[in-house]
């Protein structure tokens, strides 16, 4: 079975950045979509980013693109969101999923996520 992990989030100076990673177990990694989304308090879990199996397509929910770039290292199993120019709204718990169509997730479970604070 696929497991992911969460890391890198942090507390971050609006208009600072951070860099993100997704850590996956299992094989095939570099056989399905990836994505990025985020929970912020009081409110639904919310897509941000996709990157295609190569990593050659990607996409963004408009309220993150240009400020925030997703990546894959296949070779380590492992997808990046580098967030700059971070936003005070940007402050939520970051999940990672595989995709199975477009932008809907494909685990059942989420795992932690990591934790993002922007302050103003």
């Known amino acids: 079975q696929v497991q992911l992990v969460e890391s890198g989030g942090g507390l971050v100076q609006a208009g600072g950045s951070l860099r993100l990673s997704c850590a996956a177990s299992g094989r095939a990694f570099n056989s399905y979509n990836m994505g990025w989304f985020r929970q912020a308090p009081g409110k639904e879990r919310k897509f941000v980013a996709r990157?295609?199996?190569?990593?050659?397509?990607?996409s963004y929910a408009d309220s993150v693109k240009g400020r925030f770039t997703i990546s894959r290292d296949n070779a380590k199993n492992t997808v990046y969101l580098q967030m700059n120019s971070l936003k005070p709204d940007d402050t939520a718990v970051y999940y990672c999923?595989?995709?199975?169509?477009?932008?809907?997730?494909?685990?059942?479970?989420w795992g932690q996520g990591t934790q993002v604070t922007v302050s103003s």
């Open positions: 990157i295609s199996p190569s990593g050659g397509s990607t």
């Open positions: 999923n595989l995709l199975s169509a477009d932008t809907t997730p494909f685990l059942g479970s």
